[in-house]
């Protein structure tokens, strides 16, 4: 019988790979040439969305029609939530129907600076849930992947979460968003100072959501957590973790509750012990939801 979304998720392999090569070309111009930087003007423009921190350049656009069409060529009745189609005023509703969740450049403000963290991020749910995810990490040129029930691996290795189970032993990752409202940023830090203080060995973040998660699966930091979020930040990178052994919650109550791809708040950890904690360290609040229709 032909397993179709091993099919798709070959296809999600060489979109993330090329649409890696029009990110990373970009950004290793951005280091090296000043030339070509000067050349490349229009593409280099940098566009705001939400916030004036919240940045869009053309590779991001460009890159997430690439593989859009890419797909759409495949598998023409698949739907599609893509982070700068939904900027565009697309809807951002999660349905059974199998859908292609795309954050073309995962860490833009660090495309834009040269900061050398940058990735593909291509999610595929069925029936609300994840049935694939691909983290391509451009610039390390690694490729992350998991399929529900098979494993996660970079660049065909097998990923295992860190058997850490003591949080003072722990790196923790997290961000500081795209928020610039003085009462979340409050929220925020009084969130870091509590769980610097537990005290951890350190707080680390790669300025991307899918790339942090990502080190979770791969045993280099303990857990990762972040208010402001969205499903395209998340829904590759938290499959990639569940199958390399972590556990993902949302931030409720002492448990945190089931991970929403909507909900915008995500706890990704090595173990329950050390999300739970967390949750407990953290302000739970409660930024509009991604399918929220009044959003924007
Ligand atoms: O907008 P892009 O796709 O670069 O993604 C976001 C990051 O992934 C977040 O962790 C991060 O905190 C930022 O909000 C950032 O915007
Ligand atoms: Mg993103
Ligand atoms: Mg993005």
Redesign the pocket.
């Known amino acids: 019988m032909v397993d179709v979304w091993q099919t798709a998720m070959d296809h999600a392999v060489g979109a993330a790979r090329r649409a890696g090569q029009v990110c990373c070309s970009g950004a290793l111009i951005r280091c090296v040439d000043q030339v070509v930087r000067e050349a490349l003007q229009d593409d280099r423009k940098v566009m705001t969305k939400s916030s004036s921190v919240?940045l869009v350049t053309q590779t991001d656009q460009k890159v997430e029609q690439l593989i859009i069409q890419s797909v759409k060529e495949k598998f023409p009745t698949h739907r599609f939530i893509g982070?700068e189609s939904v900027a565009a005023g697309e809807s951002c509703v999660l349905t059974d129907a199998p859908t292609w969740i795309i954050?073309p450049?995962?860490?833009?403000?660090n495309f834009v600076h040269a900061f050398p963290f940058v990735a593909v991020s291509i999610g595929f749910s069925v029936n609300k849930q994840v049935e694939f995810g691909v983290v391509f990490s451009c610039l390390e040129d690694k490729m992350f992947t998991a399929r529900r029930g098979k494993g996660a691996f970079c660049d065909g290795e097998p990923l295992q979460v860190s058997d850490q189970e003591d949080i003072k032993q722990s790196i923790i990752a997290t961000?500081?968003?795209?928020s610039r409202d003085p009462e979340a940023v409050d929220r925020i830090f009084s969130s870091l100072r509590n769980v610097l203080c537990i005290p951890v060995h350190g707080v680390r973040g790669a300025g991307?959501?899918?790339i942090n998660m990502c080190l979770v699966a791969s045993g280099c930091v303990e857990a990762y957590y972040?208010i402001?979020?969205h499903v395209w930040?998340i829904a590759a990178g938290s499959l990639i973790v569940s199958e390399a052994g972590g556990v993902l919650m949302d931030v409720d109550g002492k448990d945190g509750g089931p991970l929403d791809l909507m909900s915008r708040r995500i706890v990704a950890a090595n173990s329950r012990t050390i999300a739970e904690r967390i949750v407990r360290e953290i302000d739970a609040f409660g930024p509009p939801r991604d399918d929220e229709p009044l959003r924007r």
Do not use: L
Request: hydrophobic content about 25%.
């Open positions: 919240d982070e954050d450049i995962d860490g833009t403000t961000e500081f968003g795209s991307t959501a899918a972040e402001g979020i930040d």
